[in-house]
Protein backbone atom coordinates (compact mmCIF):
# COMPACT_ATOMS: atom_id res chain seq x y z
CA UNK A 1 0.00 0.00 0.00
CA UNK A 2 1.16 3.24 -0.67
CA UNK A 3 2.52 5.65 2.39
CA UNK A 4 0.60 8.75 2.27
CA UNK A 5 2.22 12.69 2.97
CA UNK A 6 1.04 14.35 6.21
CA UNK A 7 -0.64 17.28 7.14
CA UNK A 8 1.08 17.85 10.65
CA UNK A 9 -1.26 19.92 12.92
CA UNK A 10 0.81 21.39 16.24
CA UNK A 11 -1.30 22.69 19.06
CA UNK A 12 0.65 25.12 21.66
CA UNK A 13 -0.85 25.49 25.04
CA UNK A 14 -0.58 26.37 28.36
CA UNK A 15 0.47 22.75 30.07
CA UNK A 16 -1.68 22.56 33.18
CA UNK A 17 -4.56 22.12 30.09
CA UNK A 18 -2.50 19.47 28.30
CA UNK A 19 -4.46 16.38 29.20
CA UNK A 20 -8.38 17.42 28.37
CA UNK A 21 -7.02 18.96 24.91
CA UNK A 22 -4.92 15.20 23.91
CA UNK A 23 -8.54 13.77 24.81
CA UNK A 24 -10.02 16.43 22.11
CA UNK A 25 -7.72 16.29 19.89
CA UNK A 26 -7.41 12.51 19.71
CA UNK A 27 -11.26 12.82 18.34
CA UNK A 28 -10.09 13.96 15.08
CA UNK A 29 -6.71 11.85 15.06
CA UNK A 30 -7.11 9.86 11.35
CA UNK A 31 -2.87 9.24 11.46
CA UNK A 32 -1.29 9.59 14.68
CA UNK A 33 -0.80 11.88 17.58
CA UNK A 34 1.80 12.62 19.88
CA UNK A 35 2.01 15.18 22.98
CA UNK A 36 5.21 17.09 24.26
CA UNK A 37 4.81 17.56 28.10
CA UNK A 38 7.90 18.10 30.20
CA UNK A 39 6.72 18.49 33.70
CA UNK A 40 8.04 15.40 34.74
CA UNK A 41 10.92 14.98 32.66
CA UNK A 42 14.40 15.65 34.87
CA UNK A 43 12.65 13.42 37.61
CA UNK A 44 11.72 10.71 35.14
CA UNK A 45 15.37 10.67 33.46
CA UNK A 46 16.79 10.21 37.08
CA UNK A 47 14.20 7.57 38.02
CA UNK A 48 14.61 5.88 35.09
CA UNK A 49 17.91 5.82 33.56
CA UNK A 50 21.42 8.23 33.17
CA UNK A 51 21.06 11.81 32.74
CA UNK A 52 22.45 11.51 29.05
CA UNK A 53 19.70 9.29 27.85
CA UNK A 54 17.42 12.53 27.45
CA UNK A 55 18.72 15.26 24.81
CA UNK A 56 19.88 18.31 26.03
CA UNK A 57 17.54 20.31 23.59
CA UNK A 58 15.00 18.36 25.42
CA UNK A 59 16.09 19.13 29.09
CA UNK A 60 16.14 22.42 27.56
CA UNK A 61 12.31 23.01 27.00
CA UNK A 62 9.62 25.37 28.46
CA UNK A 63 7.82 23.12 30.79
CA UNK A 64 5.11 25.58 31.14
CA UNK A 65 3.90 24.89 27.70
CA UNK A 66 2.79 21.75 25.79
CA UNK A 67 2.48 21.05 22.02
CA UNK A 68 0.26 18.12 20.69
CA UNK A 69 0.76 17.11 17.07
CA UNK A 70 -2.16 15.66 15.53
CA UNK A 71 -1.07 13.88 11.71
CA UNK A 72 -4.03 14.01 9.30
CA UNK A 73 -3.63 12.35 5.87
CA UNK A 74 -4.00 14.71 2.62
CA UNK A 75 -7.13 12.86 1.47
CA UNK A 76 -9.09 13.95 4.57
CA UNK A 77 -10.39 17.59 4.79
CA UNK A 78 -7.92 18.79 6.86
CA UNK A 79 -9.53 23.06 7.48
CA UNK A 80 -12.41 21.34 8.16
CA UNK A 81 -10.66 19.14 10.99
CA UNK A 82 -8.83 22.47 12.10
CA UNK A 83 -11.65 24.53 12.61
CA UNK A 84 -13.41 21.80 14.46
CA UNK A 85 -10.79 21.06 17.37
CA UNK A 86 -10.11 24.69 17.74
CA UNK A 87 -14.03 25.16 18.22
CA UNK A 88 -13.78 22.29 20.89
CA UNK A 89 -11.01 23.72 22.08
CA UNK A 90 -12.83 27.33 22.75
CA UNK A 91 -15.81 25.74 24.27
CA UNK A 92 -13.49 24.05 26.47
CA UNK A 93 -11.95 27.70 27.50
CA UNK A 94 -8.11 26.48 26.27
CA UNK A 95 -6.19 28.66 25.11
CA UNK A 96 -3.67 27.60 22.18
CA UNK A 97 -1.84 28.43 19.08
CA UNK A 98 -2.02 26.48 15.89
CA UNK A 99 0.38 25.65 13.36
CA UNK A 100 0.30 23.75 10.23
CA UNK A 101 2.70 21.70 8.13
CA UNK A 102 3.38 18.90 5.42
CA UNK A 103 5.07 15.81 6.96
CA UNK A 104 6.49 13.15 4.68
CA UNK A 105 5.68 9.55 6.09
CA UNK A 106 8.92 8.83 6.42
CA UNK A 107 9.56 11.96 8.74
CA UNK A 108 6.55 11.88 10.68
CA UNK A 109 7.31 7.82 11.43
CA UNK A 110 10.20 8.86 13.19
CA UNK A 111 10.70 12.18 14.25
CA UNK A 112 8.41 10.82 17.67
CA UNK A 113 10.06 8.51 18.69
CA UNK A 114 13.02 11.10 20.08
CA UNK A 115 10.30 11.24 22.98
CA UNK A 116 9.73 7.42 24.19
CA UNK A 117 12.20 7.19 26.28
CA UNK A 118 11.96 3.33 28.85
CA UNK A 119 9.60 3.75 31.41
CA UNK A 120 9.62 2.28 34.76
CA UNK A 121 5.75 1.30 35.97
CA UNK A 122 4.78 -0.43 38.93
CA UNK A 123 6.98 -2.12 41.43
CA UNK A 124 7.49 -4.70 38.23
CA UNK A 125 7.52 -3.68 34.92
CA UNK A 126 10.28 -1.51 32.46
CA UNK A 127 8.84 -0.20 29.36
CA UNK A 128 11.78 -0.03 26.43
CA UNK A 129 11.46 1.13 23.12
CA UNK A 130 13.29 -0.92 20.80
CA UNK A 131 15.35 1.25 19.31
CA UNK A 132 16.84 2.52 22.56
CA UNK A 133 20.59 0.81 22.72
CA UNK A 134 22.09 2.69 26.51
CA UNK A 135 23.38 1.15 29.30
CA UNK A 136 21.13 1.20 32.40
CA UNK A 137 21.95 -0.08 35.43
CA UNK A 138 20.75 -4.05 36.58
CA UNK A 139 17.34 -4.10 37.12
CA UNK A 140 15.15 -6.54 38.86
CA UNK A 141 11.98 -5.54 36.48
CA UNK A 142 10.38 -7.29 33.82
CA UNK A 143 11.71 -5.44 30.65
CA UNK A 144 8.50 -5.51 27.84
CA UNK A 145 10.55 -4.13 24.40
CA UNK A 146 8.38 -2.08 22.69
CA UNK A 147 7.66 -0.97 18.82
CA UNK A 148 4.64 1.06 19.17
CA UNK A 149 4.30 1.55 15.30
CA UNK A 150 1.85 3.41 13.79
CA UNK A 151 -0.58 2.58 16.22
CA UNK A 152 1.25 3.96 19.73
CA UNK A 153 0.30 2.85 22.98
CA UNK A 154 3.98 3.25 24.78
CA UNK A 155 2.93 3.23 28.73
CA UNK A 156 4.09 6.53 29.32
CA UNK A 157 0.55 8.13 29.21
CA UNK A 158 -1.16 7.93 33.05
CA UNK A 159 -4.39 6.07 31.43
CA UNK A 160 -1.78 3.15 30.51
CA UNK A 161 0.37 3.27 33.70
CA UNK A 162 -2.50 3.31 36.15
CA UNK A 163 -4.26 0.44 33.89
CA UNK A 164 -0.34 -1.54 34.50
CA UNK A 165 -0.48 -0.84 38.00
CA UNK A 166 -3.47 -2.46 38.50
CA UNK A 167 -2.80 -5.12 36.52
CA UNK A 168 0.28 -6.24 38.15
CA UNK A 169 -1.77 -6.24 41.10
CA UNK A 170 -4.15 -8.67 40.13
CA UNK A 171 -2.33 -10.76 37.17
CA UNK A 172 -1.48 -14.60 38.15
CA UNK A 173 0.31 -17.45 36.62
CA UNK A 174 -3.14 -18.94 36.05
CA UNK A 175 -5.01 -15.79 34.17
CA UNK A 176 -6.36 -15.28 30.85
CA UNK A 177 -6.60 -11.76 29.54
CA UNK A 178 -8.84 -9.94 27.79
CA UNK A 179 -7.45 -6.70 26.14
CA UNK A 180 -10.29 -4.47 24.81
CA UNK A 181 -9.07 -1.85 22.42
CA UNK A 182 -5.59 -3.26 23.00
CA UNK A 183 -3.73 -0.25 20.56
CA UNK A 184 -0.11 -1.39 20.07
CA UNK A 185 -0.66 -4.72 22.48
CA UNK A 186 1.18 -3.38 26.01
CA UNK A 187 -1.58 -4.32 28.21
CA UNK A 188 -2.01 -7.86 27.38
CA UNK A 189 1.78 -9.06 26.57
CA UNK A 190 2.71 -6.50 30.15
CA UNK A 191 0.16 -9.40 31.45
CA UNK A 192 1.85 -12.42 29.79
CA UNK A 193 5.24 -10.81 30.85
CA UNK A 194 3.79 -11.16 34.43
CA UNK A 195 3.15 -14.41 34.47
CA UNK A 196 -0.70 -14.81 32.63
CA UNK A 197 -1.49 -18.13 31.10
CA UNK A 198 -2.50 -16.42 27.59
CA UNK A 199 -4.15 -13.16 26.43
CA UNK A 200 -6.12 -11.81 23.73
CA UNK A 201 -5.92 -8.67 22.50
CA UNK A 202 -8.95 -6.86 19.81
CA UNK A 203 -9.27 -3.97 18.37
CA UNK A 204 -11.46 -2.10 15.41
CA UNK A 205 -8.29 -0.97 14.20
CA UNK A 206 -6.47 -4.27 11.98
CA UNK A 207 -2.71 -1.72 12.03
CA UNK A 208 -3.22 -1.93 15.87
CA UNK A 209 -3.45 -5.29 15.78
CA UNK A 210 -0.92 -6.16 13.54
CA UNK A 211 1.52 -4.25 15.77
CA UNK A 212 0.24 -5.88 19.14
CA UNK A 213 1.11 -9.36 17.08
CA UNK A 214 4.78 -8.04 16.19
CA UNK A 215 5.42 -6.60 19.79
CA UNK A 216 3.78 -9.94 21.34
CA UNK A 217 6.67 -12.15 18.79
CA UNK A 218 9.04 -9.44 19.79
CA UNK A 219 8.77 -9.85 23.48
CA UNK A 220 8.88 -14.10 22.81
CA UNK A 221 4.72 -14.14 24.03
CA UNK A 222 3.46 -15.07 20.93
CA UNK A 223 2.35 -18.26 21.31
CA UNK A 224 0.22 -17.50 24.37
CA UNK A 225 -1.32 -14.10 22.00
CA UNK A 226 -4.52 -13.62 20.33
CA UNK A 227 -4.73 -10.84 18.11
CA UNK A 228 -8.52 -10.01 16.89
CA UNK A 229 -10.02 -7.47 14.61
CA UNK A 230 -13.46 -6.07 15.85
CA UNK A 231 -15.43 -3.52 17.79
CA UNK A 232 -15.08 -3.87 21.16
CA UNK A 233 -16.81 -7.28 22.33
CA UNK A 234 -18.45 -8.43 18.84
CA UNK A 235 -16.00 -11.29 18.12
CA UNK A 236 -15.16 -12.12 21.49
CA UNK A 237 -15.65 -15.95 23.16
CA UNK A 238 -15.20 -17.20 26.24
CA UNK A 239 -14.75 -16.25 29.75
CA UNK A 240 -11.33 -14.44 31.49
CA UNK A 241 -10.25 -13.97 34.72
CA UNK A 242 -8.86 -10.40 33.66
CA UNK A 243 -9.89 -7.74 31.24
CA UNK A 244 -8.78 -4.66 31.11
CA UNK A 245 -10.24 -1.89 28.97
CA UNK A 246 -8.12 1.72 28.42
CA UNK A 247 -10.70 3.36 26.73
CA UNK A 248 -12.46 6.52 26.35
CA UNK A 249 -15.15 7.02 29.40
CA UNK A 250 -17.86 7.16 26.66
CA UNK A 251 -16.91 3.81 24.93
CA UNK A 252 -16.63 2.46 28.59
CA UNK A 253 -19.99 3.10 29.50
CA UNK A 254 -21.09 1.45 26.22
CA UNK A 255 -18.89 -1.56 27.26
CA UNK A 256 -19.71 -1.86 30.52
CA UNK A 257 -23.18 -3.15 29.57
CA UNK A 258 -22.39 -6.58 29.02
CA UNK A 259 -19.32 -7.01 29.48
CA UNK A 260 -19.89 -8.96 32.48
CA UNK A 261 -20.75 -12.06 30.34
CA UNK A 262 -16.90 -12.27 29.57
CA UNK A 263 -15.85 -12.02 33.18
CA UNK A 264 -15.13 -15.66 35.07
CA UNK A 265 -17.22 -15.44 38.48
CA UNK A 266 -14.31 -14.85 40.69
CA UNK A 267 -12.38 -12.35 37.89
CA UNK A 268 -11.58 -8.78 37.97
CA UNK A 269 -12.50 -5.82 35.39
CA UNK A 270 -10.23 -2.97 34.95
CA UNK A 271 -11.00 0.36 33.50
CA UNK A 272 -8.61 3.37 32.65
CA UNK A 273 -9.00 5.75 30.07
CA UNK A 274 -11.14 8.02 32.70
CA UNK A 275 -11.03 11.84 32.90
CA UNK A 276 -11.56 12.40 36.63
CA UNK A 277 -15.05 14.41 35.49
CA UNK A 278 -16.31 11.72 34.20
CA UNK A 279 -15.38 9.17 36.79
CA UNK A 280 -19.08 9.22 39.15
CA UNK A 281 -20.81 8.80 35.50
CA UNK A 282 -18.67 5.40 35.21
CA UNK A 283 -19.04 4.48 38.86
CA UNK A 284 -22.75 5.07 38.49
CA UNK A 285 -23.13 2.68 35.38
CA UNK A 286 -21.49 0.13 37.50
CA UNK A 287 -23.61 0.03 39.90
CA UNK A 288 -25.82 -3.25 41.13
CA UNK A 289 -23.29 -5.44 38.98
CA UNK A 290 -20.00 -4.92 40.19
CA UNK A 291 -17.59 -4.45 43.13
CA UNK A 292 -15.32 -1.47 43.49
CA UNK A 293 -11.96 -2.86 44.70
CA UNK A 294 -9.43 -0.48 43.69
CA UNK A 295 -9.37 3.55 42.46
CA UNK A 296 -6.25 4.54 41.45
CA UNK A 297 -5.78 8.21 40.09
CA UNK A 298 -3.11 10.43 38.60
CA UNK A 299 -2.96 13.99 37.05
CA UNK A 300 -6.92 13.78 36.30
CA UNK A 301 -7.03 10.49 35.42
CA UNK A 302 -8.73 7.56 36.97
CA UNK A 303 -8.36 3.99 36.68
CA UNK A 304 -10.60 1.54 38.17
CA UNK A 305 -10.61 -2.21 39.28
CA UNK A 306 -13.88 -3.95 39.85
CA UNK A 307 -15.50 -8.16 40.31
CA UNK A 308 -18.93 -8.89 39.70
CA UNK A 309 -21.58 -9.28 42.21
Known amino acids: MEKLDYTEIIFTL ?6 RAGDIANMANTGGIYIEDYRDLEQDVRDIAHIDLIDADLLSKDKSVG ?7 MEKNVP ?15 P ?12 WAENWKKYFKPTKIGEKLLITPLWEKVEREKTDRVEMLLEPGMAFGTGTHETTRLCLELIEKYIDKDSNMLDVGCGSGILAICSLLLGAK ?10 SVKTAIENAELNG ?22 IAANIVADVLLFLNIDIKQFLKEDGIYI ?9 QEILDSLEGEFKVLDIRRERGWTAIAVSAI
Not at 14 to 19: D, K, M, N
Not at 226 to 232: D, H, N, Q, Y
Open 14 to 19: PVEHIE
Open 198 to 207: NAVGVDIDAM
Open 80 to 94: ETVLYVEELFRNANI
Open 67 to 73: KIHLYLD
Open 96 to 107: FHTELSECRYED
Open 221 to 242: VSENFEGIVGSLTEKVEGKYDL
Open 271 to 279: MSGIIDMRE
